[in-house]
């Protein structure tokens, strides 16, 4: 199934993906971002903030957005 991904970090960018029927928020982001921490980012899937465990549909829009910018004083 077909699905949009974009990030907004690293130069930010958005792609149509293929991803298997009964994938999860927590699956989808370990392998698109596998040297990342989920909690370090805000996860949404049609602008609407979801638990990892959430199964993705077909045409879903997955956002990823950092929590924490590099180098921002906290």
Known sequence: M???FISNGDGGFANHLDVP???TVGQFFRQQMPDRKPEDFLI???RQPVAQDTALQEDD???VTPTKIEGAAA
């Open 2 to 4: 077909k699905i949009m």
């Open 21 to 23: 029927e009964g994938t």
């Open 44 to 46: 949404r899937v049609n």
């Open 61 to 63: 829009r997955v956002t």
